[in-house]
């Protein structure tokens, strides 16, 4: 139900991310790289169009520079922490992203199965401190 005169505004988390400038690994005019505040593992991260379109939105060479970032996260993530793979999700609409999530055989706990909760067992300012680290030791960069 809408009530006449009032303008509905539409929430979206990733413009949210990206307002509260929390957590931010790297970023540049089109993209930004930041730890998830409510990570579903360790080490997850989303790289995220920093304009609020979706996939129909925007052209393949967009959808193929985030890919481009998402490699290099991937390198970075694997060196921070050993993970056994990944999960990338691309969050497709109302707000393009991907998430990248490390993965670990048995991951998923009895905490997980029973109790729909996951166990982390780092903060994601540590996360963030973490990947910075690393970033710095491989001389890299994850925006070019």
């Not at 996939?55 to 985030?66: G, L």
């Amino acid at each position: 139900m809408f009530v006449k005169g009032v303008k509905y505004v539409e929430l979206c988390k990733i413009c949210d991310a990206i307002r509260s400038r929390k957590f931010v690994i790297d970023e540049d005019d089109n993209y930004i790289v930041y730890v998830c505040e409510r990570p579903y593992n360790n080490g997850h991260i989303v790289v995220a169009l920093k304009e609020h379109k979706s996939i129909d939105d925007v052209n393949e060479y967009t959808i193929c520079e985030m890919f481009k970032i998402v490699k290099r996260c991937l390198k970075v993530l694997s060196e921070a922490y050993t993970p056994h793979g990944f999960n990338i999700d691309i969050i497709y609409r109302p707000h393009l992203a991907m998430q990248v999530v490390p993965r670990w055989n048995g991951d998923a706990s009895f905490v997980s199965v029973f109790h729909n909760t996951r166990v982390i067992a780092e903060p994601p300012q540590y996360t963030l401190k973490h990947i910075k680290e690393v970033i710095n030791n491989l001389g890299i960069k994850i925006l070019e």
